[in-house]
């Protein structure tokens, strides 16, 4: 059956491992983590789709039976290379459509979407696309308001050892109120879970801070389930590759995980 | 006679192409930027290593007379690679050096040194042997005070886009008074010339906030002369290379080098 492979540029795609992790304890995970290349968020929609694909072959060679694409900015330029890539009996999720979709409430039903993501994920206009495919079905009406907020997921990472760093950046983001009018806001990028708390804190209370990798998880069990593809397994495993390794990734790493995990360094 | 090959993993270097421009304005810069793998002040020194020398051998390569490692980081972690890579015949200026060589003022002399940089260059200790080799001519005692400041090379560049972003970050790093008593203040990341006066501001008065372009800059024109390597060109011409090619790095290239330039995509 193989493992779950799932990938981001780096340690945010440990917040979907994890979730993944929890609600399918029965299957082994593969990640990888492109620590080589990161960040992806700044980078040209072609390099990402170079990365993007070579990681997915990468995972696919190591037997794995499903991909996800836990990173937004590999998700919101390179879906369809990877999904070229690795071809039609892979499975392959990615973190913005499951997302999107989680936000349908029947037709007719309409709101304001918030989203904030990197410079690499919003002007890829996938968000827009899920959006209208949304409103293409029974007259639904939704908006989406979105905004680049590239040094987050850098602050995010730099919270493990200033933990000033993070709240600052993210309120020089935020304060100025443009997302206040926002029904829903999704949290574009797998480093922005560990924040959550601090944008409901920055925004009304009325605004819905959606959790995307929760809703990854589920998508993926769904999915899995639907090829008949998920795994009793009593004995699952998780195995954790990285470009490039350094001491200050492992530190993450484990705070991002929630455990100690061991890291193997794995050129590409 | 060739040009003088100047490299950063990105934008930041263009402060001291910037400098080597106004105080040689007969001689041609070749620029590389390794956008594709930017930045480099997280990643292991193995990983600098490999890039580094892998771009210092593209510049001879193009004939370049000179190489200037415009990055703290490749400077702290792969001085002695890029040197090895292009031989003895070729003079290889570095961020480290003049600049600590520049806080010398004679035997007997010392001072309280503070130092910010990115992880990678800290960690790396080169600037410890450089003010250790200080003290050990003539009986100066100079001490090092240092600080990683990772994310502040991000936040300079998200400056761009946000200018709130570089002063909230710059005084998350620098408000807790850490800095107050040293005499003199490297910026020890070529970007970091762009938020000067705010250091200068977070900083008490008596601090000499140095200017490591300039300092860059002089040596090179040093060692050229030394080598007899000075051209009297009149048609003097520039170049700027980068490895991945963004919208975004072109409009933050034209703020860090101060005019527009046109920026070439090469794959090393």
Do not use: W
């Not at 795609?13 to 994890?18: D, Y």
């Not at 804190?201 to 995307?212: E, G, Q």
Request: glycine share 8%; hydrophobic share 40%; net charge negative.
């Amino acid at each position: 059956m193989g493992p779950i492979g799932i990938f981001d540029s780096g340690i945010g795609g440990l917040t979907v491992a994890r979730a993944a992790c929890d609600l399918l304890p029965n299957e082994s995970i593969l990640y990888f983590g492109d620590t080589a290349h990161l960040p992806y968020g700044e980078k040209s929609p072609e390099l990402i789709r170079k990365y993007s694909t070579r990681i997915a072959l990468h995972l696919l060679n190591s037997g794995c039976k499903a991909i996800v694409v836990a990173c937004n900015s590999a998700s919101s330029n390179a879906l369809e290379q990877v999904r070229q890539a690795v071809g039609p009996s892979i499975p392959v999720i990615d973190m913005v459509n499951p997302v999107v979709e989680s936000l349908y409430s029947g037709s007719q039903s309409s709101g304001s979407i918030g989203l904030i993501g990197t410079r690499a994920t919003i002007s890829s206009g996938l968000y827009s696309s899920a959006v209208n495919d949304l409103n293409s079905r029974g007259g639904a009406s939704y908006s989406l308001k979105s905004r680049p907020t590239p040094l987050l997921a850098s602050a995010i990472e730099e919270g493990f050892h200033n933990d000033t760093i993070p709240g600052a950046v993210l309120e020089a983001y935020l304060d100025d109120g443009y997302f206040d009018d926002v029904d829903s806001m999704i949290l574009g990028c797998t480093h922005y879970p560990l924040v959550r708390e601090e944008v409901i804190r920055l925004l009304p209370n009325c605004v819905d801070v959606i959790d995307p990798p929760a809703i990854i998880a589920r998508a993926l069990k769904t999915k899995l389930s639907e090829l008949n593809l998920l795994s009793n397994s009593d004995d699952a495993s998780n195995r954790f590759q990285v470009s490039d390794l350094t001491e200050n990734f492992r530190l993450g790493a484990i705070r991002f995980f929630g455990s100690d995990i061991d890291l193997e360094e794995v050129e590409l």
